[in-house]
Protein backbone atom coordinates (compact mmCIF):
# COMPACT_ATOMS: atom_id res chain seq x y z
CA UNK A 1 0.00 0.00 0.00
CA UNK A 2 2.92 2.53 0.94
CA UNK A 3 4.48 1.81 -2.57
CA UNK A 4 1.37 2.64 -4.67
CA UNK A 5 1.00 5.99 -2.53
CA UNK A 6 4.47 6.55 -3.47
CA UNK A 7 3.97 6.05 -6.75
CA UNK A 8 0.58 7.84 -7.04
CA UNK A 9 2.76 10.68 -5.40
CA UNK A 10 5.82 10.63 -8.36
CA UNK A 11 3.19 10.28 -10.96
CA UNK A 12 1.39 13.71 -9.61
CA UNK A 13 4.74 15.45 -9.10
CA UNK A 14 6.16 14.45 -12.65
CA UNK A 15 2.98 15.86 -13.51
CA UNK A 16 2.91 19.77 -12.03
CA UNK A 17 7.23 19.21 -12.93
CA UNK A 18 5.98 19.56 -16.80
CA UNK A 19 3.62 21.88 -16.91
CA UNK A 20 2.54 23.90 -20.03
CA UNK A 21 0.74 26.62 -21.16
CA UNK A 22 -2.97 25.10 -21.44
CA UNK A 23 -4.08 24.38 -24.64
CA UNK A 24 -6.40 27.10 -26.97
CA UNK A 25 -6.72 29.76 -29.64
CA UNK A 26 -7.82 32.36 -27.46
CA UNK A 27 -10.21 33.84 -29.54
CA UNK A 28 -12.45 36.43 -28.82
CA UNK A 29 -15.12 35.53 -26.28
CA UNK A 30 -13.13 32.92 -24.32
CA UNK A 31 -12.68 33.25 -20.83
CA UNK A 32 -10.26 31.98 -18.35
CA UNK A 33 -10.97 32.12 -14.41
CA UNK A 34 -14.10 34.11 -13.66
CA UNK A 35 -14.02 35.55 -16.95
CA UNK A 36 -14.74 39.66 -17.38
CA UNK A 37 -17.40 41.85 -18.12
CA UNK A 38 -15.77 43.49 -21.62
CA UNK A 39 -18.58 46.38 -22.02
CA UNK A 40 -17.48 47.69 -18.25
CA UNK A 41 -13.57 47.56 -18.80
CA UNK A 42 -12.02 50.99 -18.85
CA UNK A 43 -9.34 51.78 -20.61
CA UNK A 44 -6.14 50.87 -18.52
CA UNK A 45 -4.14 53.99 -19.63
CA UNK A 46 -6.50 55.26 -16.54
CA UNK A 47 -5.09 53.16 -14.19
CA UNK A 48 -1.79 55.16 -13.15
CA UNK A 49 -3.84 57.99 -12.40
CA UNK A 50 -6.05 56.31 -9.99
CA UNK A 51 -3.16 54.48 -8.04
CA UNK A 52 -1.66 57.76 -7.16
CA UNK A 53 -5.73 58.47 -5.33
CA UNK A 54 -5.67 54.47 -3.53
CA UNK A 55 -3.97 51.13 -3.08
CA UNK A 56 -4.83 48.36 -4.64
CA UNK A 57 -8.04 49.39 -6.68
CA UNK A 58 -10.57 46.93 -7.86
CA UNK A 59 -10.61 47.26 -11.78
CA UNK A 60 -11.93 46.05 -14.58
CA UNK A 61 -9.93 47.30 -17.37
CA UNK A 62 -8.92 46.64 -21.49
CA UNK A 63 -5.50 46.73 -22.99
CA UNK A 64 -3.71 44.36 -25.51
CA UNK A 65 -1.04 41.38 -23.82
CA UNK A 66 2.45 42.16 -24.98
CA UNK A 67 3.47 38.87 -23.59
CA UNK A 68 2.88 35.37 -21.26
CA UNK A 69 4.59 32.94 -19.59
CA UNK A 70 5.78 30.75 -22.07
CA UNK A 71 6.22 28.36 -19.12
CA UNK A 72 2.86 27.72 -18.25
CA UNK A 73 1.07 30.68 -18.87
CA UNK A 74 0.74 31.97 -15.37
CA UNK A 75 2.01 35.95 -15.69
CA UNK A 76 1.66 38.86 -18.63
CA UNK A 77 3.01 41.76 -19.18
CA UNK A 78 0.29 44.54 -20.85
CA UNK A 79 0.73 47.65 -22.82
CA UNK A 80 -0.13 50.72 -20.69
CA UNK A 81 0.98 53.43 -23.26
CA UNK A 82 3.87 53.78 -25.83
CA UNK A 83 6.08 53.93 -22.40
CA UNK A 84 4.56 52.04 -19.60
CA UNK A 85 3.55 48.33 -19.37
CA UNK A 86 1.96 46.08 -16.54
CA UNK A 87 2.76 42.91 -15.00
CA UNK A 88 -0.43 40.58 -14.27
CA UNK A 89 -0.29 37.66 -11.79
CA UNK A 90 -3.36 35.28 -11.61
CA UNK A 91 -5.10 35.12 -8.44
CA UNK A 92 -3.84 32.20 -6.02
CA UNK A 93 -3.06 30.70 -9.73
CA UNK A 94 -6.02 29.60 -9.89
CA UNK A 95 -6.10 29.78 -13.96
CA UNK A 96 -3.13 29.69 -16.67
CA UNK A 97 -3.81 31.28 -20.36
CA UNK A 98 -2.63 29.93 -23.46
CA UNK A 99 0.50 31.39 -25.49
CA UNK A 100 -1.74 32.38 -28.34
CA UNK A 101 -3.10 35.30 -25.83
CA UNK A 102 -0.47 37.53 -26.55
CA UNK A 103 -1.29 40.16 -28.93
CA UNK A 104 -4.75 39.88 -27.78
CA UNK A 105 -6.60 42.61 -26.58
CA UNK A 106 -8.31 41.21 -23.17
CA UNK A 107 -10.59 42.89 -20.53
CA UNK A 108 -9.19 42.14 -17.06
CA UNK A 109 -11.40 42.05 -14.32
CA UNK A 110 -8.97 42.14 -10.90
CA UNK A 111 -7.25 44.64 -8.39
CA UNK A 112 -3.56 46.98 -9.83
CA UNK A 113 -1.81 48.81 -7.30
CA UNK A 114 2.02 49.74 -7.75
CA UNK A 115 4.26 47.59 -5.96
CA UNK A 116 8.51 47.57 -6.10
CA UNK A 117 9.66 44.01 -7.64
CA UNK A 118 12.90 42.85 -6.19
CA UNK A 119 15.81 41.56 -8.62
CA UNK A 120 15.11 38.25 -7.68
CA UNK A 121 11.50 37.97 -8.89
CA UNK A 122 12.33 40.03 -12.17
CA UNK A 123 15.08 37.47 -12.62
CA UNK A 124 12.87 34.84 -11.86
CA UNK A 125 10.22 35.88 -14.33
CA UNK A 126 13.63 37.03 -17.31
CA UNK A 127 14.11 33.48 -16.94
CA UNK A 128 10.53 31.84 -17.40
CA UNK A 129 10.79 34.41 -20.13
CA UNK A 130 13.48 32.40 -21.32
CA UNK A 131 16.09 35.65 -21.63
CA UNK A 132 19.61 34.88 -22.30
CA UNK A 133 21.84 34.61 -19.34
CA UNK A 134 23.43 38.00 -20.00
CA UNK A 135 20.01 39.92 -20.10
CA UNK A 136 19.15 37.87 -16.69
CA UNK A 137 22.40 39.17 -15.40
CA UNK A 138 21.92 42.76 -16.27
CA UNK A 139 18.60 43.43 -14.18
CA UNK A 140 20.20 44.59 -10.98
CA UNK A 141 18.21 47.35 -9.59
CA UNK A 142 14.33 46.53 -8.21
CA UNK A 143 11.63 48.24 -10.36
CA UNK A 144 8.15 49.90 -9.27
CA UNK A 145 5.51 48.94 -11.53
CA UNK A 146 1.84 48.28 -12.38
CA UNK A 147 0.64 45.02 -10.87
CA UNK A 148 -2.54 43.41 -11.08
CA UNK A 149 -4.15 40.50 -9.86
CA UNK A 150 -6.86 38.97 -12.25
CA UNK A 151 -9.52 37.09 -11.10
CA UNK A 152 -10.39 36.94 -14.54
CA UNK A 153 -9.76 37.32 -18.32
CA UNK A 154 -11.55 37.60 -21.33
CA UNK A 155 -10.53 38.31 -25.04
CA UNK A 156 -12.00 40.79 -26.76
CA UNK A 157 -10.29 40.77 -30.21
Known amino acids: MKKIFVLA ?23 YGAGADATKATDIATVPAELK ?11 KVLDVCPKKGCWLKLQVNDSTTAFVKMKDYGF ?4 AIKGKTIALDGE ?3 KITSVDELR ?5 AKKSKEEIEAITQPTEEIRFTAKG ?4 K
Open 9 to 31: MLVIASKFSLAQPPEGKALPGDS
Open 53 to 63: KEKPIPVIIKA
Open 96 to 99: FLPS
Open 112 to 114: AEL
Open 124 to 128: HYAKD
Open 153 to 156: IAVI
